[in-house]
């Protein structure tokens, strides 16, 4: 009897160490500069059949300030052919006490989509609770079975910046011998324990300390242990497929996904090829087909067939004109093709946060499709979900990383285009006038193309109370500024962008006594710094490069000269070049000419600091201010 109880006594006391979600019990390491420290991270997924895949996963999180509040993650997708059982949460204070218990019936079930969603099978369950106090902790679990084993779930043992992890486990087991690939990232010296099977493999890691974010430092993504996981046979929503490379992924989406979905009616083909009559060079066909898709469609989205990843058919979208970016992809791609022009659907990773799919690891991947259409020595973009997008801009969106082109032949790895620092430019010209009264008038002309097109050629559409909400941020160190005519000239053929602005401000100069303090630098400072980062840990990235040059002519007031001006300034460093002048032209004119050059690239984490005091330099330089005093009679 006394063996059964001391039995008993070992167990409970095993268990109850097991649940310890007091605040306490967390490693000091891992609550230093976090926001939230997932407490235990375990999914085990077993591939039972080719369509059958089950993954049963809990969760536990002690959220330490409301920063942390998005890690708890306790919500389950699900599509029509999915199920999701066994759903629950329990709440605890941070003594690790039981305070409240949610049930499947009590999480709101409501669609996966934002409301720019017309149709979509996709659906979330989300816990509702609202926390009364800091901290807590939250016991997420859950088992979702799904016929769609394409979509193998990766594993990362990092959640975010400043979220550490105190166990994470994870396991992937095939049950009916189809083989399957996993890939290592950025295992490095995080002591994660890896276990290999004839039918799975598992991973086990500990006390992973939560990684504090840096200005201009790599994706998170770029940095963090993950395993990737990709079933070499696979089915999605009723479609087998089979694929170990890329040509063989992309053959499959070809034959399965697009293939037959590109027909359009004989009344739309006759008039798209109305439209080129008499026009031979393929470039200018695709504009003109570009344009009408353009001016008769709009985009919203659509989560319908396999899986979200098969189009709606060309001639669906032809005849209600609305469309998510594959089927407007796929239908400006069936137009192309009624007026011999060759295009082909592509895959991309797309963002401003450049992020390139895994070339080294077929699977699907992706979040985006646009189209690439070849040309006799060229080839040429065409984001065909937005209304205002010129021919062959891929912008911040699309640059830049590696997409995977669909062809009737297979996938074909490629790489969108990167535009050259300088080419990323902006021309500012001004025509200041400077009032006695420490006012100023300026006739203001801003001409942009590559990634700064990009941030602006959107605005012509913009409002009036738009225009001045812009500018005012834009100039926001010109007190009291005032909008008089805004224009804008937007030249799609050679992607350039022009802004003509006038405007006026008062109090714009200070004074010191009988002089006047004026700043030269009316129309273009630059004036962020990046953050003091003590101890930096990682390299310094610039993604995108950037030239700006300025030329302002400035009147100077009637009655007054310059007392000093500003000298010459040059700057070279590895990470880009300053220069600015100011300069008589003729009495009571100046002219001020500025160029700065950013260069894009890696650097390493040393170089921080040294970027951080060229940025500091080139703001100073920026704010700095001319003497002007009175004419002596």
């Not at 992973?208 to 696979?234: C, D, G, H, T």
């Not at 004989?266 to 009408?292: G, Q």
């Not at 979208?317 to 082909?344: F, I, P």
């Amino acid at each position: 009897m006394r063996f059964y109880f001391l039995l008993l006594s070992t167990l409970l006391f095993q268990y109850s160490f097991s649940q310890d979600y007091s605040l306490t019990s967390i490693p000091k390491e891992l609550l230093d500069n976090a926001d939230a420290v997932v407490r235990l991270d375990k999914m085990d997924v077993v591939v039972e059949a080719l369509d059958k895949m089950t993954i049963t996963s809990k969760r536990v999180v002690t959220v330490l300030n409301e920063n942390g509040d998005e890690h708890v993650h306790a919500f389950a997708f699900y599509e029509k052919n999915d199920k999701v059982s066994d759903l629950e949460a329990i709440v605890y204070n941070a003594s690790g006490e039981e305070i409240k218990k949610i049930k499947k019936r009590d999480f709101l079930d409501q669609s996966a989509i934002s409301g720019g969603t017309l149709y979509s099978d996709s659906r979330v369950l989300v816990m509702r609770y609202t926390p009364s106090q800091y901290p807590y902790t939250i016991e997420f679990s859950k088992v979702y079975t799904t016929p769609n084993t394409a979509f193998a779930p990766n594993w990362s043992f990092l959640d975010d910046y400043r979220v550490g992890t105190e166990r994470s486990e994870f396991s992937f087991t095939v049950e009916n011998g189809i083989p399957f690939r996993h890939k290592e990232v950025n295992f490095g010296d995080y002591g994660i324990a890896a276990k290999e099977m004839n039918n799975g493999i598992s991973y086990k890691a500990k006390n992973l300390v939560p990684m504090e974010r840096e200005p201009l430092s790599p994706s998170f993504r770029n940095l963090v242990p993950q395993v990737k996981i990709a079933m070499n046979e696979f089915h999605l929503e009723g479609v087998n497929g089979r694929a170990t490379t890329w040509q063989e992924l992309g053959k499959w989406m070809n034959d399965e996904l697009l293939a037959g979905r590109d027909e359009l009616s004989e009344a739309t083909i006759t008039h798209v090829k109305n439209l080129v009559k008499d026009i031979s060079d393929p470039l200018e066909k695709t504009r003109i087909v570009y344009d009408y898709v353009q001016e008769n469609t709009r985009y919203i989205s659509v989560q319908l067939g396999i899986g979200g990843w098969m189009p709606i058919s060309a001639s669906d979208v032809d005849r209600v004109k609305y469309g998510d970016c594959k089927g407007l992809t796929n239908y400006t791609k069936a137009l192309l093709k009624a007026v011999g022009v060759e295009s082909y659907y592509t895959v991309v990773h797309a963002g401003r946060q450049i992020r390139h799919l895994d070339k080294d690891f077929p699977s699907i991947q992706g979040n985006h499709v646009f189209l690439n259409v070849p040309l006799e020595n060229d080839e040429i973009w065409l984001e065909c979900t937005s209304q205002t997008t010129p021919v062959n801009h891929l912008g911040t969106f699309t640059d830049n990383r590696n997409v995977l082109k669909i062809t009737p032949q297979g996938g074909e790895m490629v790489r969108t285009k990167r535009n050259p620092d300088e080419e990323n430019y902006q021309l500012t010209k001004a025509d200041v006038q400077v009032g006695n009264q420490r006012n100023v008038t300026g006739h203001v002309q801003i001409f942009s193309r590559g990634s700064q097109y990009d941030q602006k050629y959107w605005r012509t559409t913009n409002t009036r109370s738009e225009q001045e909400e812009f500018y005012k941020s834009y100039w926001s160190y010109v007190q009291d500024l005032q909008l008089g005519e805004v224009a804008y000239q937007n030249n799609e053929d050679k992607i350039e962008f022009l802004e003509t602005v006038d405007f006026k401000a008062d109090n714009y100069l200070s004074s010191a006594g009988d002089k006047l303090l004026f700043a030269p630098n009316i129309s273009n400072r630059n004036l962020g710094v990046p953050d003091r980062v003590r101890n930096r840990k990682m390299p310094l990235i610039i993604s995108r490069g950037y030239l700006d040059e300025d030329e302002f002519t400035i009147r100077l007031p009637e009655g007054y000269v310059v007392e000093t001006l500003i000298l010459p300034i040059e700057e070279d460093t590895k990470f880009g070049s300053y220069a600015v002048s100011v300069e008589p032209k003729e009495p009571g004119v100046l002219v001020y000419k500025r160029r700065l050059l950013i260069k894009s690239g890696e650097y390493p984490k040393e170089d921080y600091k040294l970027y951080r005091d060229f940025r500091k330099k080139v703001a100073g330089y920026d704010n700095a201010k001319i003497v002007l005093s009175k004419k002596k009679s």
